[in-house]
Structures are given as C-alpha cells and as structure tokens.
C-alpha cells in the first residue's frame, strides 16, 4: 500500500470514529471492491443484527457490488449514496469511486435518511 493511501485510510478511520459518536449511528466502516471490511465497525458495546460473520461479510460483498454499478452513470449522473430502510435499521453506502472503497452505515430506525447523508458528507469533506 502506498504511502497516500495509508494516509487516506488513517483519515478515513479518524471520520468513521467520529460518525460511531453520533447517537443515532450503530456502524461506520469502509470495505473495499472485494466486499472486505478494512476499517471502522460496530459501536463499542453494540451487539450486531447480523451477528454471524459469514452473513456479514456476504452482506458487504453485496453492498460493494450494488454501490459501485455504473450501468446509469452517463444518463442519472453517479450514485451519491444507497440507503434501505428496514425494520430494525437504515443502512446507507457511500462509493468512493476513484479508491474503489464504500462507507457503509447502519444507524437506528428513525433516523432521517437525508440529514444523516448531509452529516456525512460534511464530516468526510471536511479536511480537519
């Protein structure tokens, strides 16, 4: 890995630790094109839905392939992010299309889908 990149994924785990303090947010991590989690997790304490390890790789495999489609890109412009509401949590993904890497989020139930999205985009542009 190259010295940039170590310095990005730094950046980027020193960002997923500031979404893990926002009440609402259950998981912040970044998995990579291979649908791995290379940073970030669960809230310390916090118990996963999913709490089989082979389900939760699958589940970021799937949502490393969804996020970096681009079959729409040229007529929709590119996916900003995806989130799905379910029963028992919002899970959003944020490609990074140029590192080839997603955040992926899971935060409680009522939380505002589009508030949460603007929170972390200003988190993750802000070059603190």
Request: charged share 25%; glycine share 4%; proline share 5%.
């Amino acid at each position: 890995m190259s010295e940039q990149s170590d310095s990005n994924f730094q950046l980027y785990d020193e960002k997923c630790k500031i979404l893990l303090k926002e009440p609402e947010i259950r998981f912040a991590g970044i998995v990579n094109i291979s649908g791995n989690l290379v940073l970030g997790g669960f809230k310390e304490g916090l118990t996963p839905y999913e709490n089989d390890e082979t389900k939760l790789q699958a589940f970021y495999n799937f949502v490393s392939k969804a996020s970096i489609r681009k079959e729409f890109d040229e007529s929709l412009g590119p996916i900003n992010y995806i989130a799905a509401r379910r029963d028992k949590a919002v899970l959003i993904s944020f490609p990074f299309p140029l590192s080839k890497i997603l955040l992926l989020i899971s935060a409680e139930p009522n939380v505002n889908i589009e508030d949460l999205a603007k929170k972390v985009v200003e988190i993750f542009t802000n070059v603190k």
